[in-house]
């Protein structure tokens, strides 16, 4: 394992045309627009704020004016109350606006996980061979809370700053006109230092995104296989690899944080410049007797208002920008197309189901390896309720007939049909709802015993599911654990053996009842007493059912219906087994290493219910 930095994925650079706007944000707003009224009461709020913070400098005014002239010295407490009025209603309108904001934020990124992963089910295996489950993931979270951040806090403050900025302005024109010359010269320098900054800015938080979701990835990846690197002694290497991609993650979030850090340095130097430029100007104004000291107290108040406005604008663009990536990255991952997708009126697979398979002329290559075809004229029948074994070498492709029979992917010539209806034209889900599959990989997740066994039909009762581990032996083992068939099992079922996973493999196929049983080598992790029970138990369960059973081990094929032996993506021998060891082909080959010389007995074949 070399000590490198992990980098983005390669469809990740070869999408990295980005645009120096936000217009990813857009895909944020068939969100907004599902609570629109939450969102217009959030805008009232916003809107009834910022008239309260408008409504001050004039009170200031009048104060200043009037309130220290000893005719006038009655209304003082007047405009102090006024004020404190004022300030209620903004506290109110602050406190409102808030509340219906964030919780927007919080439902919108919601709604937006929820349907990022309902996506992601939906994409086929093509998606999933280039894709790193860490990256995914990433996605999934860390670029969505930055989208929380930023609908949630960044884009209220933005819009509360926008306004206040364009009202404060109004105000300081109405004030003074002439004064108004010194601060709106200097807006189109302040926005385009803004706009141009926050280019960069966007640029570097989408780079510092990607490395991170690298890291995230190599994470995933080494957690999971965290005994496997201590079995290798490969703690320090696996440290190093993640130490240089955080390192890298690191450098990328510097450098948006630099550019961040000098777009906020220049915008506040601009504008309050541009406020002590104005301070200059109203005091000799007021010294020459030309202006009233409250009116220059009401102008500076508005300058301010419009000032911090547009300063705390150019501190949220950046958090803005990091959030335009961020949506860019989940927009990225909602358009991905499965290659594999029900036909707009998908064909019915017809009732009861039968259980017959039929490939004919299928030609297949991985899209990771388009140029390596992994079977070549594939073509052969299963009758309902048939056992038909598939052996050959590894890499002939028997895998690959599940996995097309499966619909994670599609042929690229042929056709295959279940019950005489080819399945390019059915619905995916209701061809996978006709099979069971065994897979020599078990997929066990962090849930109870019970909830592992139920995800083959998750509909089933505790009675059922209890019936399909008894069938499966896997009561065996269960009834000796603390919480028996409720006992958590860890993330990938780590407190289990192979063989006790395997089982509950095997249970989860049984409580399904599909006419399609396929087993992947389903007994390879079992010993032989815990074979031979698991054996009679599919055996039992396989009553009526149409079976395809992937094997090395030829014992446990003796008795099938039929076999089907490949190579190099094509079928080269078919028969039983006695008819297949008499050829004298690779069958009989591989016969003779597993046996040695001579055929298994009868008594071996009888006592191999498969």
Known sequence: MSVTQVEPTTADTARRRRRADLSPLKALWPHVRRYKGRACAA??????????????????????????????????????????????????????????????????????RAAVFAHLLKLDGAFYDGARAGEIVSRLTADTTQIKSAVGASASVALRNILLFIGAAAMMVFT??????????????????????????????????????????????????????????????????????????????????????????????????????????????????????????????????????????????????????????????????????????????????????????????????????????????????????????????????????????????????????????????????????????????????RDNIRLGRPEATDAEVEEAGRLARADEFIERLPERWDTPVGERGVTLSGGQRQRIAIARAILRQAPILLLDEATSALDAESETLVQQALDRSMQGRTTLVIAHRLATVLSADRILVMEQGRIVEEGRHAELVAKGGLYARLAALQFGEGAPTARVAEASPI
């Open 43 to 112: 805008l009232a709020a916003l809107a009834v704020a910022t008239v309260a913070t408008l409504v001050v400098p004039v009170a200031v005014r009048r104060m200043i004016d009037f309130g220290f002239d000893a005719d006038h010295a009655g209304f003082i407490r007047q405009y102090f109350l006024v004020m404190i009025g004022v300030v209620a209603v903004l506290a109110a309108a602050s406190a409102m606006r808030y509340y219906l904001v964030m919780t927007l934020g919080e439902r919108i990124v919601a709604d937006l």
């Open 176 to 449: 003074s006109p002439w004064l108004s010359v010194i601060l709106l010269v200097a807006i189109p320098v302040i926005v385009v230092v803004l706009l141009g900054s926050g280019r960069g800015v966007r640029k570097r938080s989408r780079e510092a995104q990607d490395t991170l979701a690298g890291a995230s990835a190599y994470a995933a990846e080494a957690v999971g296989a965290m005994r496997t690197l201590q079995a290798n002694t490969a703690e320090d290497a696996a440290k190093g690899r993640f130490d240089g991609a955080v390192e890298h993650a690191f450098d990328a979030a510097r450098d948006a944080i630099r550019a961040r850090a000098l777009l906020t340095c220049v915008a506040i130097f601009l504008i309050f410049a541009s406020v002590v430029g104005i301070l200059w100007a109203g005091a000799n104004a007021v010294l020459a007797g030309t202006m009233s000291a409250g009116t220059l107290g009401q102008f500076v108040l508005y300058a301010v208002l419009a000032a911090s406005g547009l300063g705390q604008l150019g501190e949220v663009w950046g958090e803005i920008s990091q959030a335009a990536g961020a949506t860019e990255r989940i927009a990225e991952l909602l358009a991905e197309t499965p290659e594999v997708a029900p036909p707009a009126t998908p064909l019915a697979l017809p009732l009861p189901p039968t259980g017959a398979v039929r490939f004919a002329d299928v030609g297949f290559a991985y899209p990771t390896r388009p140029d390596i075809p992994a079977l070549a004229g594939i073509s052969f029948s299963v009758r309902p309720g048939e056992r038909v074994a598939i052996v050959g070498p590894s890499g002939g492709g028997k895998s690959t007939l599940f996995q097309l029979l499966l619909r994670y992917y599609d042929p690229s010539q042929g056709h295959i049909e279940i019950d005489g209806v080819d399945i390019a034209a059915a619905d995916p889900r209701e061809v996978r709802a006709r099979l069971a599959l065994v897979p020599q990989d078990v997929a066990i997740f962090a849930a109870s015993i």
